[in-house]
Nanobody, 120 residues
């Protein structure tokens, strides 16, 4: 079993910055990738960013140039630095991890989500 704990969410004004953190723990053999998705009210969940253990990254198109994902492999922790926030970025942000729990076992794990309301 893998647990993901998110922190750093909260109200932020438009144009402001916020950093989210997510730490994984539990039965972890290795972690292929960690990242963030978001879900705005009435919208589908979408990719924000993800990063592999080899530090290759992928961003959703609206996030490019504004958000930066990073990872501390030793701590099984992923970070999301969010700059120049806009009200339309208001959403619940979910941490995820692609976890190898054993040889030939691959599990997707999700955090509970953290609220990021961006005020005008």
């Amino acid at each position: 079993q893998v647990q993901l704990v998110e922190s750093g969410g909260g109200l932020v004004q438009a144009g402001g910055s916020l950093r989210l953190s997510c730490s994984a723990s539990g039965s972890i053999f290795s972690i292929r990738a960690m990242g963030w998705y978001r879900q705005a009210p009435g919208k589908q969940r979408e990719l924000v960013a993800r990063i592999t253990s080899g530090c290759s990254t992928e961003y959703g198109d609206p996030m490019k140039g504004r958000f930066t994902i990073s990872r501390d492999n030793a701590k099984n922790t992923v970070y999301l630095q969010m700059n120049s926030l806009k009200p339309e970025y208001t959403a619940v942000y979910y941490c995820y991890a692609d976890v190898i729990t054993g040889i030939d076992y691959d599990v997707d794990s999700w955090g509970q989500g953290t609220q990021v309301p961006v005020s005008s």
